[in-house]
């Protein structure tokens, strides 16, 4: 059984920075695609990046595509989200998510594992 521990969020200004963390326990998180996930108010839950289990591949929704960077560290077990020049619509609770499985998905029902999010505000 693997739990996810997100941190990172908060309230920053719109243009600013933040770089979220999930840390991993229990299982074999080496091997293992992890992805990261946001839902704002009313909105359902979309997918934001992804990454495979050595890091070596990165997918990225469009809105976030060269301000977000993805990244992971397999020693530490976690994975990051670095989200730079953020905009008010990035305002969501952001989830980590990990699947039993070396590549990644943009499928939300193909991830296995969920933490309990963290709360990203923007403001304008």
């Known amino acids: 059984q693997v739990q996810l521990v997100e941190s990172g969020g908060g309230l920053v200004q719109a243009g600013g920075s933040l770089r979220l963390s999930c840390a991993a326990s229990?299982?074999?998180?080496?091997?293992?695609?992890v992805g990261w996930f946001r839902q704002a108010p009313g909105k359902e839950r979309e997918f934001v990046a992804a990454?495979?289990?050595?890091?070596?591949?990165?997918d990225y929704v469009d809105s976030v595509k060269g301000r977000f960077t993805i990244s992971r560290d397999n020693a530490k077990k976690s994975v990051y989200l670095q989200m730079n020049s953020l905009k008010p619509e990035d305002t969501a609770v952001y989830y980590c998510?990990?699947?039993?499985?070396?590549?990644?998905?943009?499928?939300?029902?193909?991830?296995?594992?969920w933490g309990q999010g963290t709360q990203v505000t923007v403001s304008s």
């Open positions: 998510a990990a699947r039993n499985h070396i590549a990644t998905t943009r499928s939300e029902g193909n991830y296995d594992y």
């Open positions: 229990g299982g074999n998180f080496g091997t293992y695609a």
């Open positions: 990454i495979n289990w050595s890091g070596t591949y990165t």
